[in-house]
């Protein structure tokens, strides 16, 4: 049974740094592309971030040069470094796989993505 669980929320000023995970089990997950999506209160879930099975990147606009998605695939597991953070940050923070394999392409839609975590909290204060 795949299951994703994420870690390293929690409640940060305004300029602070928070490190998530997203550790997998189940599967291998070296040969998927993997997300990062958020869901502020009131708001649909959106993209934040997306890394490729060979390491590329992809960001939302609002986070470039201050996000930053890596994955160690010996450990199964996927991180987002959040440097300046801001207020408008602040949601709670989903992982997840694309289940399409052999592709570099990375998707930004919540729909392409098949397995999610719990998620994990994000709080910016000002």
């Known amino acids: 049974q795949v299951q994703l669980v994420e870690s390293g929320g929690g409640l940060v000023q305004a300029g602070g740094s928070l490190r998530l995970s997203c550790a997998a089990s189940?599967?291998?997950?070296?040969?998927?592309?993997m997300g990062w999506f958020r869901q502020a209160p009131g708001k649909e879930r959106a993209f934040a971030a997306a890394?490729?099975?060979?390491?590329?990147?992809k960001y939302v606009d609002s986070v470039k040069g201050r996000f930053t998605i890596s994955r160690d695939n010996a450990k199964n597991t996927v991180y987002l470094q959040m440097n300046s953070l801001k207020t408008e940050d602040a949601a709670v923070y989903y992982c997840a796989v694309d289940p399409v394999t052999g592709t570099v392409v990375l998707r930004t839609a919540p729909l392409a993505y098949k397995y999610w975590g719990q998620g994990t909290q994000v709080t910016v204060s000002s």
């Open positions: 189940g599967r291998t997950f070296s040969s998927y592309n």
């Open positions: 890394t490729s099975w060979s390491g590329g990147t």
